[in-house]
């Protein structure tokens, strides 16, 4: 079926293909003039990539930019082709070939050019359309045979069908067949790349005979029969890389050799007639001898950079004679050289030295390198035997010093450092560093470092995290006028050697002194700071802010801070939590809105009075726990205009009337555990119309009597969020009392009942409770809730009562109730719920029958959740379950959790 | 073992409230007790409610997947045809405009596709289509206004994804990724005919960069398969005779080695 569709296809293709072909005759003879330009510009482009070297991937690119001149090869190598003559039919397929090839030649070019060469030998044996299309020269000037298993006959045969290969790859045991047959066959050959082979003298003969080769890299070979000289004579050969390989001797005369590598070869003699060349790698040659490393050297009088790692014979005199006959070297490696001491060596070009593990670097080899006064780069890593390091090169830039261990004085005038690297020097104990373009320095972890000098007027960024032996000293540093006047970040953690901080410094924006466990005193004199980490200092006892940028600070948990001065223009949050024993507080700060004084128990009226002049925009006061504060001191909140939220739980406070009469605007008021107050201290919230604004009031843990807490209920009817948890004198909350059922009250208190009932009777007539949050947990006293929908709870969302012990029937009728909570229940028994609106119900523990969760849940027709886990009676009834699951099935239960 | 935890909180609640009472030099160890009882009493409710609250996510989650499985073929369909008529109006309100505003005209270049589809398209898109362009330079402005520019190979919904694509792609050229991005879902929402046809009439046009693109997704697509599946997909005719093909295998036997067992053929 979709054979017969696609040759269908195919015959309407044969039909727009002859239309293509009118349609492209007449396109050529109508563009005439623009055709031309393209193929000059066709012209142009590959001549440029004749004299470039070309590698597969930009080959790939280019093909596409010489489209339209192929396409023009390809369609007259197609007119070329051979077909028989004489009968009709062969006159037809001849006329076939020829339109499908016109459709599609150049297409497939295209497409073929994303192939690499497995698959491209794959697409040409589809049909020999494509075939003739994927023998285009252009996708086969380089090619890569590495890991291939080509036969001489194959290779020969690629060899004869594509002249012009340019790059060619290979490895393995048959590769010197091959690559004789490349030389002798491939005349526009340029790159050759041998590799894992054994390649005999017969190559190296034939070599000069590869005039237009220009690189040559053999890896991992062994050279020659092993005892002759191997010589590698070319004239026009720029790139030689000679790595990993077995010779003996090697002699290399090419009079255009830029760059060449002998890494980690064995050969124990080298002879080099190369005048031109730049770039000498000879590391890791162990077998070289001194000898054959200066007669080298010394016989390339343009060479720029050298790379004698890991070459153990060399020593002083050996680079002695090298600058000499070196005048322009710039780059040295000269790293695991042990014999190398550079006490007497003048190498004044050079720009970068690598001294990686040299053991016979000492001080006094600095004295050479100070002679090297164009120097850039500096390694000195691993070099134990260096106990100091002192520089004068105005171009240095970039300094190693790594694994040191010996390494105990830094001193650098060096004013274009930019980068510097000091790490795992152990006994560092002194650095002075004068440097113009320094910027960052991070020098962590060095335990004896105890003086530091820094004359570097753009360092922004410092880092001296775990110094543990650093002193206050370090301190005027990076003081204004100490050296550092573009100081930003100064990170100075577990330097537990600083004992008083002072710090003043208009350009500090950031100070982390986090784990500095010694600190007593802290004085900061930023204008501009605006971030301090002060995470364990826990034995800070003084503290000046004055002035800081600091737009919020957290001093909690410095169990030890008695006296604290903040002046901040721009401080928003203040948090003292935990400051046990601060007794004078001087807080200046205008636009402070937040500030958390818990556990403050030292702080007195008089502070807390001047922190309300001096911050009259505080919105937030937390006061949980201070203890010293009385009338007075909440007295002076009245100079607060925006406080809306008040914390005074945990404190003595007897009588709540300052608060009353200074916070007429609060919004909520905390109370928690206030066990102290009258029966009578809140008689103005619900009597006086005190606090008018109050939306949330947590009495948790409170000893407020039952009628107080009826009251409130009833009459604060702006009140949104309620906490009750704890409350031993919380009985009842029966919000039905109002009509009849007048048990709970005795025949004595018969009058305040009577007026009570009115009150209550009154405000629910006038408006509805706006409460919408009811937290009763852990009241042991609860035995009824009876809310009935008279009661005006349209509001009311959440309502928790778990922990209630000894809570035994629960009536709720809130038509908007979502939540209900009533966990741990244990003595729960009647449970009735009309809330069409409850979707989470959670019953976990409840000493409740099933019949009763049936005929509870039997009208929430909106229930999502069920917890009745731990639920004794639950878990035995098998009919329950089948009604549960019944249940879900109908209403969408979607979450039922049993046990 | 649950009613014994939560008795003992509620013991430790009574505890608590109590040594408040007695003494006021433990007040810190019992805030620190209190804070505790509340800590463990809300982590509790935590725990409870976490369970729920990672069923109705996971519920939520298989709506909107259901959701999304349902309507996206039918959103397609009405997005397809709502373009193609887009398109249609768009054309034909720009035809007459076209005769009407002179501005219009030196900014607008007309195309008469193989159906008879006129479309108007920008300067710079026209331009894009290097067939099209010479044709412009090739005769006088005023004459190009004038006349639509007949394309006979070219169909009408060839030359509509041609031009999308190279608004799309002009917008998506700030970055690299996006416009990666692009491309692959400009590909991955062709059929192998809708491909076939766009790069003949992209070929004809000498529109670059859809071609380039087009022609890498073809590569893409037959790379590491077996013959017989290239040629199916092709729908082209196998021309060689046994002998010729195992020749051909022999010669080149070096790239079909090292090859997966699935692609070899």
Known sequence: MERNRRRSDGESSSVSAEDTRRKRARVYFDFDGPHCIVKCSNAGKSSASVDEFVDYDNFQRSSLRSNDDDALRSMSAGEESNFDEGDDSDISKVDDLEVKMDLT???????????????????????????????????????????????????????????????????????????????????????????????????????????MLKRLT??????????????????????????????????????????????????????????LLQELDIGSCHKLPDSAIRSAVTSCSQLVSLDMSNCSSVSDETLREISMNCA??????????????????????????????????????????????????????????????????????????????????????????????????????RINITSNSLQKLTIPKQDSLTTLALQCQSLQEVDLSECESLNNSVCNVFNDGGGCPMLKSLVLGNCESLTSVQFISTSLISLSLGGCRAITNLELTCPNLEKVILDGCDHLERASFCPVGLLSLNLGICPKLNTLSIEAPFMVSLELKGCGVLSEAFINCPLLASLDASFCSQLTDGCLSATTVSCPLIESLILMSCSSIGSEGLRSLYCLPNLTVL????????????????????????????????????????????????????????????????????????????????????????????????????????????????????????????????????????????????????????????????????????????????????????????????????????????????????????????????????????????????????????????? | MAKESGSSKIEMLEISNEAMAEAQSSKIEMLEINNEAMAEAQSSKTVTMKPAEAEESKTETQKITDEESKNVPIAATEEESKKLSITKVEESKNAATATTEGEKEEAKVSLKTLDGVTFEVEAWIAKEMETVQAYIDDTSADTSAAIAIPLHNVAGRELARMVEYCKEHRRASVSAGNLKEFEERFAAALNLYEMKDLIIAANYLNTKKLLESLSRCIAKAIKNKSVEFVRDYFGVTNDYTTEEEAQYRETNAWAFRNVDEDSRN
Not at chain 1, 131 to 143: D, G, Q
Not at chain 1, 168 to 189: D, E, F, T
Not at chain 1, 369 to 383: F, K, P, Q, R, T
């Open chain 1, 105 to 211: 030649d150049d297409l497939l070019h295209m497409v073929f050019s994303f192939l690499d060469h497995p698959n491209l030998c794959k697409a040409a044996r589809v049909c020999k359309q494509w075939w003739t299309a994927s023998a285009h020269e252009v996708f086969w000037k380089s090619l890569n045979f590495e890991d291939r298993s080509i036969s001489v006959e194959q290779f020969e045969d690629i060899c004869r069908r594509y002249p012009n290969i340019m790059a060619i790859r290979m490895s393995g045991p048959a590769c010197n067949q091959l690559v004789m047959k490349a030389i002798s066959s491939l005349r526009n050959l340029e790159a050759l790349t041998l590799g894992r082979a054994h390649i005999m003298d017969n190559f190296f003969h034939a070599l000069a005979d590869c005039s």
């Open chain 1, 218 to 275: 053999i890896n991992d070979a062994i050279l020659g029969s092993g005892i002759q000289e191997i010589s590698v004579n070319h004239d026009r050969l720029c790139h030689l890389q000679l790595t990993k390989c077995r010779v003996m001797r090697i002699a290399v005369r090419c009079p255009q050799l830029e760059t060449m590598s002998l890494k980690r070869s064995n050969m124990a003699q080298t002879a080099l007639n190369c005048p």
């Open chain 1, 328 to 429: 322009n070297l710039s780059f040295l490696d000269a790293s695991y050289c042990p014999n190398l001491f550079l006490e007497t060596v003048r190498l004044p070009m050079l720009t970068v030295l690598k001294l990686h593990s040299c053991d016979g670097i000492t001080a006094a080899s600095m004295a050479a390198i100070s002679h090297s006064y164009m120097l850039e780069v500096l390694e000195l890593d691993n070099c134990s035997l260096l106990t100091s390091v002192s520089l004068d090169l105005p171009r240095l830039q970039n300094i190693r010093l790594v694994h040191c261990r010996k390494f105990a004085d830094l001193n650098l005038m060096t004013l274009t450092l930019s980068s510097i690297l000091v790490s795992n020097c152990p006994v560092l104990h």
């Open chain 1, 647 to 899: 914390d005074l739980s945990y404190t003595f406070l007897v009588n709540m009337q300052p608060v009353f009469d200074s916070c007429l605007q609060l919004k909520v008021l905390k109370l928690q555990a206030c066990k102290y107050l009258t029966e009578t201290s809140l008689e103005p919230l619900y009597k006086g119309g005190a606090l008018p604004a109050l939306q949330e009031l947590d009495l948790s843990y409170g000893t407020l009597c039952q009628s107080a807490i009826d009251e409130l209920l009833a009459c604060c009817t702006n009140l949104t969020h309620v906490s009750l948890n704890g409350c031993v004198n919380m009985h009842d909350l029966n919000w039905g009392s109002s009509r009849g059922q007048s048990d709970n009250f005795p025949a004595v208190n018969t009058p305040s009942w009577a007026s009570s009932n009115e009150i209550i009777s009154e405000s629910s007539e006038h408006s509805a409770r706006l409460l919408q949050n009811l937290y009763c947990v852990g009241c042991p006293n609860i035995r009824k809730v009876v809310i009935p929908l008279r009661e005006n709870c349209f509001h009311l969302l959440f309502l928790n009562l778990s922990l209630s012990a000894n809570l035994k029937v629960v009536d709720v009728t809130c038509l908007n109730l979502c939540f209900l909570n009533l966990s741990n229940c244990s003595s729960l028994e009647i449970l009735k719920l009309e809330c069409p609106k409850l979707t989470s119900l959670f019953l976990q523990s409840c000493n409740i029958d099933d019949e009763a969760v049936e005929a509870a849940i039997s009208k929430c027709t909106m229930l999502e959740t069920l917890d009745v886990r731990f639920c004794p009676k639950v878990r035995e009834q098998t009919q329950f379950v089948i009604f549960l699951h019944h249940f879900a099935c109908c209403l969408g239960l979607l979450s039922i959790l049993t046990i």
